[in-house]
Nanobody
């Protein structure tokens, strides 16, 4: 059974940085695509960034381009989201997710809260 556990959220001032981590377990993820999503209070969940577990084929939302970077550490079975130049509008619950190349996003973590103060 797939388990995704996020960590690294917290409170930060605008312009600051945070690094989120997602620990993945339960199966071999070499054939998976990993992603980060976020959901602000009262809004729908939105895509942030994604990559193949191997590190190839990354893409991210226009709202975070140049500020957020997704990466993986295969040896540690973790996926990270480095967030720089944070803005108050980045405040949200951030989720780690996984899917195979032929399915939708089907595996989700519980989320970690990121709050950016102005």
């Amino acid at each position: 059974q797939v388990q995704l556990v996020e960590s690294g959220g917290g409170l930060v001032q605008a312009g600051g940085s945070l690094r989120l981590s997602c620990a993945a377990s339960g199966r071999t993820f070499s054939s998976y695509r990993m992603g980060w999503f976020r959901q602000a209070h009262g809004k729908e969940r939105e895509f942030v960034a994604a990559m193949n577990w191997s590190g190839s084929s990354t893409n991210d939302a226009d709202s975070v381009k140049g500020r957020f970077t997704i990466s993986s550490d295969n040896a540690k079975n973790t996926v990270a989201l480095q967030m720089n130049s944070l803005k108050p509008e980045d405040t949200a619950l951030y989720y780690c997710a996984a899917r195979t190349y032929t399915t939708n996003w089907s595996e989700w973590g519980q989320g970690t809260q990121v709050t950016v103060s102005s």
